[in-house]
């Protein structure tokens, strides 16, 4: 099975920051890498397909990139709105989520 | 829209089912599959199993072979889980979602989402 590394855990950052998050895959996934948001009490939301496609209607603040094993997941201006847990997932064979990263406002 | 509504909170004791339903609408069923997610109290997000809206076929989390059936019911748009021999560990909020395929046909990414459902495992 694929594991699914990311980091950081847990991240604090004013209104305003960049903030990146990396997920690092077991072996070569190509491009085959979601990243999704999850809020408290929601249901979670596809933001990036295939490492680094927009899903529709997501802000442009948010992007991703990389291939191969390494990958990361950008936001360029942080909003308070972007408060929530970020998920990385392979989709590359049976899918595994990323640990998380929770997101807080400093 | 397109939307996915799910069942309703279970209560259930150690041991016993639960069948979770998925009911889909707004887009073609068949073209998609339905994909089923949990997340215990506290923890991050587990990938339980898939399946082929149209043809029924399945793969499950390796964890879970055994314990789990998914199944769909074309004829109501509806997808269903089913986890048998509950554990204290089950309990948790159950995602289904619709999964997209890629042009080669293989089940990529999960593009909409159910509200959730609890079970909770209590004696």
């Known amino acids: 099975d694929i594991q699914m590394t990311q980091s950081p855990s847990s991240l604090s950052a004013s209104v305003g920051d960049r903030v990146s998050i990396t997920c690092q895959a077991s072996?070569?996934?190509?491009?085959?890498l979601n990243w999704y948001q999850h809020k408290p009490g929601k249901a979670p939301k596809l933001l990036i397909y295939d490492a680094s496609t927009l899903e529709t209607g997501v802000p442009s603040r948010f992007s991703g990139g990389g291939s191969g094993t390494d990958f990361t997941f950008t936001i360029s201006s942080l909003q308070p709105e972007d408060i929530a847990t970020y998920y990385c997932?392979?989709?590359?064979?049976?899918?595994?989520f990323g640990g998380g990263t929770k997101l807080e406002i400093k | 829209q397109v939307q996915l509504v799910q069942s309703g909170a279970e209560v259930k004791k150690p041991g016993a089912s639960v069948k979770v339903s998925c009911k889909a609408s707004g887009y073609i069923f068949t073209n998609y599959g339905v994909t089923w997610v949990r997340q215990a109290p506290g923890q991050g997000l587990e990938w339980m199993g898939w399946i082929g809206a149209n043809s029924g076929n399945t793969n499950y989390a390796q964890t879970l072979q055994g314990r789990v059936t998914m199944t769909t019911d074309t004829s109501t748009n509806t997808a269903y889980m089913e986890l048998e021999s509950l554990r204290s560990d089950d309990t948790a909020l159950y995602y289904c979602?619709?999964?997209?395929?890629?042009?080669?046909?293989?089940?990529?990414?999960?593009?909409?989402w159910g509200q959730g459902t609890m079970v909770t495992v209590s004696s």
């Open positions: 997932q392979e989709s590359d064979g049976l899918p595994t």
């Open positions: 072996q070569d996934i190509g491009n085959y």
């Open positions: 979602a619709r999964v997209r395929r890629d042009s080669s046909g293989w089940f990529r990414a999960f593009d909409i």
